[in-house]
């Protein structure tokens, strides 16, 4: 819980959506690949697919992307994937290879769509990035409400 003070407050944002998007079960944290990585945040979209958000910094962005890129690949049942991917910018030449490698997955898998928000630390106030993800979650649930 202390891992992640802005928890509830992410959580409370997705939920708020209409009831487009579910809680698993397992408490947000869908185990990937094979139990061995796990999402920081995960939901279920009512019409079909999976709302993650992700937060990092730019050394553990291009991982967790691949991460997703992966599970993907390993889930093709799954027509809709989003990401929300909250970045500290800290690192410009890590932000420039995850968008880059961001466009490249949308370009290839099938169903996925890349949500960045970069903030330039986490000592910054989780409502100075909120409104962003909140329109981004707005979105979303209005692509998927048309789906």
């Known amino acids: 819980m202390s891992e992640y003070p802005y ?7 997705v939920l708020s959506y209409g009831g487009r998007f579910t809680s698993p079960p397992d408490g947000h944290r869908e185990y990937l690949l094979q139990n061995r990585c796990r999402a920081d945040f995960c939901f279920k979209i009512k019409q079909g697919g999976m709302l993650f958000v992700e937060d990092d910094d730019g050394a553990r962005g291009v991982n967790n992307l691949i991460k997703y890129w992966i599970w993907c690949v390993a889930n093709p049942s ?8 909250i970045l500290e910018t800290s690192r410009p ?11 490249k997955m949308q370009d290839v898998v ?24 909140n329109e981004k979650l707005k979105g979303i649930s209005e692509l998927v409400s048309s789906d």
Do not use: N
Request: glycine share 2%.
């Open 78 to 85: 799954v027509k809709a994937v989003h990401l929300v991917h």
């Open 7 to 13: 928890k509830k407050k992410i959580e409370m944002s």
């Open 93 to 103: 030449a890590q932000v420039i290879s995850i968008k880059f490698l961001a466009e």
């Open 110 to 133: 099938r169903g996925f769509k890349y949500h960045l928000i970069t903030i330039s630390s986490w000592q910054v106030p989780v409502d100075s990035w909120l409104p962003e993800l």
